[in-house]
């Protein structure tokens, strides 16, 4: 099976091995993760006023590449199915907005395609059952924090990939996976997102209960699925560690970096030397490597 | 503290134009605050989300502009989630916010951006940010 798929700007470099990781456990799991042909950046955020039309013309473009190549599109960052997800929305639902912004896009698309994030797909598609029986190398024992933050869950209506408030499908995924999932009062609470260019303190501070928060309920590490979660969080570990008494760091890693684990990937081509808090510790004591 | 108020201020134009920009109906929101105590920021604000919409509801338009709640806001939509009206203060602030880039004023210099963030961020980041804070 081959699924096309959309990387966004961020997991085509500073997040490859999200990327790699992904498409490699595809493989793994039995289905192909086939790069659009042509792709351009999301935008990377979502507009909030509703007649700011000019923001929705960069994913109606991806959205409409991706018609051409079938009926699905999957991506792993956040905040890209959040963009293409809600735009795809106004695509198929809002005649008036459809026609403008296919006038400015130069194509026909209606909103045709199904956008699903890779965790819908090896919960609805593949089943994470399949999942399950596919791993090689559970990582039994590790306490984990799934960080959904914001843009995977908000707005419900629109996303629906979980419950907005009490979500399970990363849990579910850890479960499979062999990990034991931890439920921390801040997953669903933002990193600070691009406050990063001109509010550091702020997002020190968000990040730091994020970590602290999981920390404080067991995790030895935290999943992501967003690059700008990562980010905000690897660069706060120092500042949060010299703050908190108690708190010597946590490793936060993708959920797809956890899943190339489990299913027995080799352990040098899933990108661990990029993270600024080394997981291999914790592999070790768990006797997982 | 007194403020007076005015009807020409709370069915002034920019109050208009700021309801017709963000989609948002001003009077829906009956202050329950459920936005400010989920708001991850709230703490940051000069006004938090719940009295934004009182003072504007107030048409205290000028109050809210003068306040950096806009620029801090990082549109997680914490406050529209539990909004049991269905109010996205989110969408106001943001609509704050296009009253002011859309007039080609930077909040954020680009000149100003520290060289090391654009080298070592991620584009998302990046992006994100010109398109919250840059005109």
Request: neutral net charge; aromatic residues 8%.
């Amino acid at each position: 099976m081959k699924i096309p798929y959309y990387p966004g700007c961020t997991l085509n470099t500073f997040a490859k091995s999200f990327d790699e990781s992904a498409r490699s456990s595809a493989l793994e799991i039995g289905f192909e993760m086939a790069e659009l042909k042509q792709w351009n950046c999301c935008g990377a955020t979502f507009p909030l006023t509703p007649d700011n039309l000019i923001a929705l013309s960069a994913p109606a473009k991806v959205l409409s590449n991706a018609g051409k190549e079938g009926d699905t599109l999957t991506t792993l960052c956040s905040v890209c199915y959040n963009v293409l997800k809600r735009t795809n929305k106004v695509m198929r639902d809002n005649r008036e907005k459809r026609s403008t912004i296919n006038g400015f896009i130069e194509e026909e698309y209606d909103g045709a395609v199904n956008v699903l994030h890779f965790l819908e797909v090896l919960r609805d598609k593949i089943g994470f059952d399949k999942v399950k029986a596919a791993v090689k190398r559970p990582l039994t024992g590790i306490k984990t924090g799934a960080y959904y933050g914001c843009m995977l869950l908000r707005p419900f209506e629109d996303m629906g990939i979980d419950n907005a408030e009490r979500p399970t499908v990363f849990e579910n995924l850890l479960k499979a996976l062999g990990a034991e999932p931890v439920e921390f009062p801040n997953r669903i609470e933002c990193c600070g997102a691009h406050l990063a260019m001109n509010n550091e303190e702020v997002v020190t501070k968000l990040s730091g209960n994020v970590m602290t928060s999981a920390v404080g309920s067991g995790a030895e590490l935290i999943v992501t699925s967003c690059p700008l979660c990562q980010y905000n969080l690897e660069k706060s570990q120092d500042k949060v560690a010299s703050r908190t008494p108690g708190y010597t760091g946590v490793p936060v890693i993708y959920f797809t970096q956890a899943l190339g684990l489990a299913l027995g990937q080799p352990i040098e081509t899933l990108g661990f030397e990029k993270n600024v808090t080394d997981v291999m510790p914790l592999l070790k004591k768990k006797g997982i490597v | 503290m007194k403020i007076k108020l005015a009807k020409e201020e709370i069915e002034s134009a920019s109050i208009h134009q700021l309801q017709r920009i963000s989609g948002e109906d001003l009077k829906k929101c009956y202050q329950c605050g459920n936005c400010s105590g989920g708001c991850p920021v709230s703490f940051e604000m000069d006004i938090a989300p719940s009295q934004v919409m009182r003072f504007l509801q107030l048409g205290k338009i000028e109050e809210v502009m003068k306040a950096n709640s806009m620029w801090v806001c990082v549109g997680c939509l914490q406050c529209y989630s539990r909004c049991p009206k269905g109010c996205s203060v989110a969408a106001v602030l943001e609509g704050l916010r296009q009253t002011v880039l859309r007039k080609g004023e930077d909040f954020e210099k680009i000149k100003e951006i520290p060289i090391p963030f654009l080298e070592k961020a991620p584009q998302q980041a990046i992006v994100c940010g010109f398109r919250k804070l840059v005109s």
